[in-house]
């Protein structure tokens, strides 16, 4: 016959109530917390795969920045990329901290920007051994040789509010092509 004495017996039965309520509060804990944490804004407008080559002459151009501007979306939304080696621009679009891939349809006006590339830049670790004299004067030889330097991107593309480009962008896959060459010489 098994015998347990009252002292093991309240033991075991302790041990299993607190397992039991150890389980019961981690089970509430998930529940709580399920679906907690930030949310994107419901005004968030659907996105859908938006990609943009941009080229000079004809060839691809690499480190433009795109932006899409509109004032038919929320304030506050944001639609940019970077070109890569081929020239693509893959679109995301930023709205309340959140990003996603692609653009809302809407039409747009299309800015796009690149900074003159100096062949003589110095690595991060030369320029951190620099003094404060020879850091200040390496910075203006720069803006002087940028100032000199012709535009990778014509001025008039840089900003939203001069750019001639406008876009409709419906969500069914197109690409907008431009080659910016194309506006060296705005009409006048």
Known sequence: MLRITVKRARRIIMREMIQRLSCILLGIAVLLSWGCGPRPPGDYPKTFPCSILITKSGVPLEGATVTLSTTTLPAGLVCTAITNDAGI????TLYANFSRNGAPRA???????????????KSKAEIASLSYTEFNAYQAKRQKQKAAMPLPVPKVLHSPVTSPIDWSFTGTGERLTIDVDEYANPAK
Do not use: G, I, M, Q
């Open 89 to 92: 621009a893959d679109v995301t």
């Open 107 to 121: 039409d747009y006006v299309v800015a796009v920007f690149k900074e003159p590339y100096l062949p003589d830049e």
